[in-house]
C-alpha cells in the first residue's frame, strides 16, 4: 500500500520523509503498524537515497523505479494478502545521515533496504544493516561494497570493474585509442572507478596520459583539466557522479578541449547532459547495462508504465532499483515472508531475468556482469551500431 507523506512524522538526527502508513501517525521512533517480521500487517521496505541536493535526481529515480515495481505487485494483492508499504528516507547523500537512518530501520521493523543511489553512503549504512540482519539492495557500484563478505548486501547492477573493462575494451581495442587522460574523484564511487579504470590500461600496457583526482567538493577544474590538455589525450574518461561530470565537461570544453569524454553510468543521464550542455556531451561514449528503453520489450513495457505513472522517462536508475525491487519481492514470496539471512539467501538464489539483465548472484552480491556501449548523440544515449 502507499499513500502520499504523512507530515507529521519528526526526526531527530535524520532526514525522512514517509509515504507509507495506513492510519493517523505515531510519536517520533514508534511505529503504528506491524512489525515486518510478524505475521499480520504490512511488509515494511525501506528505500533510502538523496531526496534533497544535487544527487536528489537520482534518489527520485531510483524512489519511482521501487515503487512502480511495489505498486504494481499490491495491485495483484500484495504478498501472501499482505500489502507492501514503501517507506522512502533522504540519506542526503551524506554518509554520516545513512548511517542514523541505518539505525531507524534496525529499530523500525524494516525487512530490507532499496538503495542508495551513493557507493560511500551505502558503505557507511553497511555495518549496522548487517548487525540488524536487514539485506540492502543497493545502486552503489564500488568494488568495496563487495569484499567485506557482508551476506545481506546485493548490487542491482555492475561494478565498476564491469563498467570500467568493457569501456576499456572498446576504446583501446574498437578505437584503437591509446592517449587516454583519466579525471576522477575522491569519493567512494571515484576512487573505485579511479582504481578499476586504471587497472585495465594497466592490463593493455598503457599509462594514462594524465591521472587527476579531484574532490567531490570542487566547483572549479581549471587546473586539472590544464594538466589534461597539455597531455594531449585522444579522449578523458571521467568517473564522477552526474553534476561534477557535467562541470569537468562544460569547463573542459570552455578550456578548448575537443576530444570525446568517456564514462560510466552518470554519463548516459539527462542530469550529466543537462548540466554539461547538449553540445559539449555530443560524442561521449558510454558503458552502460542499460543504454534505453527501446532495446527490448520489457524495457519498453517498463518505460510505457513509468511514463503513465510519473509522466516523465525512464532510465537508468528507476530501472535498476524496479528490478532490484522485483527481486526482493520475489525473494520474499518463494521464501514465505522470511527475513533475515533466510532473506538474504532467498534474494541470492532468486534468478530474474531483468532489464538490466540476466540476474545471478554471486557470494559477493553481484549479480550483473555485463554492460554494452553506447553514445550520446543530440542529447540522447543511443546503443552503438
Known sequence: MIVRPARCIALAGSAVLVLGVLAGCSKPGSSNTASTGSSTGPIKIAVVDAQSGQDSSLGQWEYDGAKLAVSQWNAKGGIDGRQIQLTVFDDKADPTTGTDIASKLASE???????????????????????????????????????????????????????????????????????????????????????????????DGLKPTSNQVVTTTQTDFSSALTAIKQSNPQVVFIGSEEVEAGLIVKQARSLGITVPFAGGAPQGTPVFIDTAGTANVEGTIVSSPYLSNDTSAASKAFAAAYQGAYGSAAELHGAKAYDGTEILLT???????????KLADAIRATQYDGLLGDFRYDKTGVGIFKTSIGIVKNGSLVAVG
Open 109 to 203: 521493523g524494516f525487512v530490507a533496504m532499496i538503495g542508495t543511489a551513493e557507493s560511500g553512503v551505502t558503505a557507511a549504512m553497511e555495518p549496522t544493516l548487517e548487525a540488524a540482519k536487514i539485506p540492502n539492495i543497493t545502486s552503489g557500484q564500488s568494488p568495496a561494497l563487495t569484499k567485506s563478505g557482508d551476506p545481506y548486501v546485493f548490487l542491482n547492477g555492475p561494478t565498476s570493474v564491469t563498467y570500467d573493462s568493457t569501456l576499456a575494451a572498446y576504446l583501446t581495442g574498437t578505437l584503437h585509442d591509446t592517449k587516454i587522460a583519466m579525471i576522477t574523484n575522491n569519493g567512494a564511487y571515484g576512487a573505485g572507478e579511479q582504481s578499476s579504470f586504471l587497472a585495465q590500461l594497466t592490463a
Open 331 to 341: 525473494a520474499l514470496k518463494t521464501s514465505g515472508l522470511a527475513t533475515g539471512l
